[in-house]
């Protein structure tokens, strides 16, 4: 069965440091997304990406964070200078259609900055 | 925006009963509406949705209900299975463009043999 894969699984930086997260979406899927989950609350919706251009972002999702599909198969979330507060679960998403099909997460990367 | 609120936070049942989980959303224009089951370690998976066509469907063991209206939809899991233990949220979207999913804070199921 196709799946969404993340890497790293976990990352350990200090704060300011920039951090790339990466991800696979399903091969023929359109739209790409990230959520961020910290620990104990609920998943939030960051940004959404379709047809190599943002289609739409959160509050959370400031000047910090950056998305970018680099080649024909990765999907990269980066945070230039990261805080304490980006400490969390970072999941990928990707869906064929918009997120009213199903949204195939991956099984995330937990970031922790320290 | 839309503002998704889940009850109970945690649910504790025996094997074999019946478990229960409700969703309140805000924005009537929502009309997708899936539950994720998410294990630990391991990111959401899509268990079953509905949208705003219907008021119920079944798949197996799992039921959801939706009551536009009162804007509540539930999640109704019967013959409960040790299996069945992990973190369940509901979300809910709009069929257009580009929406997002807002998700509920989850619900910690715990299933005792």
């Known amino acids: 069965e196709p799946e969404v894969t993340q890497t790293p699984s976990h990352q350990v930086t200090q704060m300011g440091q920039e951090v790339i997260l990466r991800c696979v979406p399903i091969s023929n899927h359109l739209y790409f997304y990230w959520y961020r989950q910290i620990l104990g609350q609920k998943v939030e919706f960051l940004v959404s990406?379709?047809?190599?251009?943002?289609?739409?972002k959160s509050e959370i999702f400031d000047d910090q964070f950056s998305v970018e599909r680099p080649d024909g198969s990765n999907f990269t979330l980066k945070i230039r200078s990261t805080k304490l507060e980006d400490s969390a679960m970072y999941f990928c998403a990707s869906s064929f259609q918009d997120s009213t099909t199903e949204a195939f997460f991956g099984q995330g990367t937990r970031l922790t900055v320290v | 925006g839309e503002n998704v609120e889940q009850h109970p936070s945690t649910l504790s049942v025996q094997e074999g009963d019946s478990a229960v989980i409700k969703c309140t959303y805000s924005?009537?224009?929502?009309?997708?509406f899936p539950w994720y089951k998410q294990e630990l370690g391991k990111g959401p998976q899509l268990i079953i949705d509905i949208r705003s066509n219907v008021g119920e469907k079944k798949d197996q063991r799992i039921a959801v209900t939706l009551n536009k209206t009162a804007k509540h939809f539930s999640l109704h899991i019967t013959e409960t299975q040790p299996e069945d233990s992990a973190v369940y949220f509901c979300a809910a979207s709009r069929i257009s463009g580009y929406s997002t999913l807002t998700f509920g804070k989850g619900t910690m199921l715990l299933v005792s043999p």
């Open positions: 924005d009537s224009a929502s009309n997708y």
């Open positions: 990406f379709y047809n190599n251009e943002i289609s739409e």
